[in-house]
């Protein structure tokens, strides 16, 4: 495609259910990042596939939250026994590499509602 | 952990002003990007700066690391509705891949 996707573009769930975030990155990126943005809060990392690496899962804010990335392309954020504080919205971003100049490119996002 | 600050945090202004925001941190970053967000979209990259005191102009937009990169700054002339978003400064320190963002400013062009 000619850009990041991410779907569902929203998602409204109920406190205590799992949910299943998607993106599909620019074909050929081989960086793919997950962030979280709350309202008034900048990005806030996740979790980061390069290639065929392990991913650097630091990021992750809790054992609730899990991703993996299928092929080398489209990934998956898992969150489970979702809470309240979970809210917010959730960007993907791929690049062809990871060097200090690369250029991430951002999808839309997936706004998640726990009520 | 490197942590950027950005001020304003929000900025309302009328069409034809100039304004400047800052990206502050007392960690020195090998590069430092800008990015612009509209609402319901994620990020857009306006520029990378990597060499301390680099300045680049980007149409009505300069952009400009400080001389210690510890610091940059975006003045935008005569600004117009079009402009209006969340602008990120994100800076990487070192060898790292991952980014540190600032919380951004919001900016808001009256026409």
């Known amino acids: 495609g000619a850009g990041v996707s991410q779907s569902p573009s929203n998602k409204v769930t109920e406190k205590g259910k799992d949910v299943e975030l998607r993106c599909d990155p620019i074909?050929?990126?081989?960086?793919l990042y997950w962030y979280r943005q709350s309202l008034g809060q900048g990005l806030e990392f996740l979790i980061y596939?390069?290639?065929?690496?392990?991913?650097?899962k630091s990021g992750l804010p809790s054992d609730r939250f899990s991703a993996e990335r299928t092929g080398g392309s489209v990934s998956t954020l898992t969150i489970q026994r979702t809470q309240q504080e979970d809210s917010a919205v959730y960007l993907c971003?791929?690049?062809?590499?990871?060097?200090?100049?690369?250029?991430?490119?951002f999808g839309p996002g997936t706004r998640l509602t726990v009520l | 952990t490197q942590l950027l600050e950005q001020s304003p945090q929000f900025l309302s202004i009328q069409e034809g002003e100039n304004l400047t925001v800052y990206c502050n941190s007392s960690?020195?970053?090998?590069?430092l990007q800008w990015y612009r967000q509209e609402p319901g979209e994620g990020p857009v990259l306006l520029v990378t700066?990597?060499?301390?005191?680099e300045v680049k102009k980007l149409k009505r937009l300069t952009f400009q690391f400080g001389d210690a990169r510890k610091d940059s700054s975006l003045h935008i002339t005569a600004a117009q509705p079009g402009d209006t978003g969340l602008y990120l400064c994100?800076?990487?320190?070192?060898?790292?891949?991952?980014?540190?963002f600032g919380r951004g400013t919001s900016l808001i062009v009256h026409p």
């Open positions: 971003a791929s690049s062809l590499a990871s060097g200090r100049t690369d250029t991430q490119y």
């Open positions: 074909s050929g990126h081989t960086a």
């Open positions: 596939f390069q290639g065929n690496s392990a991913p650097d």
């Open positions: 960690s020195v970053f090998s590069s």
């Open positions: 700066v990597v060499t301390g005191g």
């Open positions: 994100a800076g990487r320190s070192g060898g790292s891949y991952i980014p540190t």
